[in-house]
């Protein structure tokens, strides 16, 4: 298959004639049963017609992902909620009106518009309301739902840059619309709305505090930042091993000095063996590493620039051969637990604790 590879300049808002035009081929893709890649401001995305089973199983097969993870449905209007939803909490209206559009997605009781084979055959469907413009744009030119998951090869990290989608995806879908780095960089909150407290299931830039602080009690799937507690995750995504580089990643927690000459003792170590060893630090600690690859993540401090980078460097250390990789740890905290949550499983939670 042929992928129509278009640039969009702008992002803000103001779209060119050209640019119009492009979105609304790329809508008439859609609605014809299609696939179309997109940016969004978590990641770019992978989108077909939610609406059509057909397009579903379309989308599984680009991707190589297991037909039993469901898809987010995206929407871009706040009423277009109740065409595919048989109920509607007053939690969710609340949550909407805090945090919609943006990046949060909500589980509720699918109506029967909605096929299984988007939901992966649950009963429930999540759904999106995302911020970005082009994305927006293109989910109304495509009939107002559609389904997307990250535009990446299943158990590779999602991609943040449409470089990276064209390579997961070109050749298996009809077109990308590239519209340059995302901003966020972190796929998208889940809230299960559907149990009693509401429940975190995939954290994500909306944190589980800025989630209390609108719905009251909010908890969090203990499989989040754990391998050992016995239980399912309740995404049923999140049990694969997801975002992996193709590198081994293992992560080193404590004091910076320890956890700088415990790795520079390892990659010394590997390299001998012959491995390509490779370092994900931070602007505080990269003159330290003496790996063959060491790549940045942005200032400890600053979280949005760590999750905005954690995949990119991820999938430039698999760009650079590296075999052995080495990443400092973070806080779990706010919006550290969502970055946390997508290194342990890049790392498949291998933790040296030094
Ligand atoms: P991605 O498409 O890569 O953004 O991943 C979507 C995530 O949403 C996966 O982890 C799915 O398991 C999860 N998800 C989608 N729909 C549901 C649902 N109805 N119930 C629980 N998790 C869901
Ligand atoms: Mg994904």
């Known amino acids: 298959m042929k992928t129509d590879i278009v640039k969009l300049e702008q992002n803000a808002g103001a779209f060119s004639e050209k640019e119009e035009e492009y979105l609304r081929r790329a809508g008439k893709i859609i609605r014809e049963g299609g696939l179309v890649a997109f940016p969004t401001e978590t990641v770019y995305g992978l989108g077909g017609d939610a609406l059509n089973r057909e397009s579903s199983r379309k989308i599984y097969e680009a991707k190589g992902r297991p037909s039993d993870n469901p898809l987010i449905v995206h929407i871009c209007r706040l009423e277009d909620i109740n065409g595919i939803v048989s109920e509607l909490p007053e939690s969710a ?20 518009r909605v096929p299984f084979e988007t939901t992966g055959g649950l009963d429930t469907v999540a759904v999106r309301f995302p911020s970005h413009p082009a994305a927006q744009r293109l989910i109304a030119y495509g009939g107002g739902y559609i389904a997307a998951p990250s535009a990446n090869l299943s158990g590779r990290p999602s991609p943040t840059t449409a470089e990276y989608v064209i390579q997961d995806m070109e050749g298996r879908i009809d077109m990308i619309l590239d519209g340059g780095e995302v901003g966020i960089g972190l796929e998208s909150t ?10 975190i299931l995939r ?7 800025m989630l209390c602080r609108v719905l009251g009690e909010v908890d969090t799937d203990v499989t989040i930042l754990r391998d050992d507690s016995g239980h399912a995750p309740k995404a049923p995504g999140m049990k694969y091993r997801h975002y992996a580089p193709k590198g081994e990643l293992v992560i080193v927690e404590g004091a910076p000095d320890r956890v700088a000459a415990y790795i520079n003792s390892r990659t010394a170590e590997d390299g001998l063996r012959g491995e390509r060893t490779g370092v994900i630090g931070t602007e505080e600690s990269m003159e330290r590493y003496h790996a063959h690859v060491v790549k940045c993540l942005g200032s400890r401090g600053d979280r949005d620039s760590i999750a905005r980078n954690l995949y990119l460097v991820l999938r430039q250390m698999d760009d650079e051969k590296v075999t052995k990789i080495y990443s400092e740890g973070f806080a779990a905290d706010g919006f550290g637990q969502a970055i946390m949550n997508r290194l342990l499983k890049a790392a498949g939670h291998r933790v040296v604790k030094v």
């Open 190 to 199: 889940i809230v299960d709305l559907t149990v009693e407290p509401p429940q």
């Open 93 to 112: 209206v609340r949550i909407a009106e805090a945090f919609w559009p943006g990046p949060l997605t909500m589980i509720l009781p699918k109506s029967d």
């Open 203 to 209: 954290p994500g830039y909306v944190t589980q505090e």
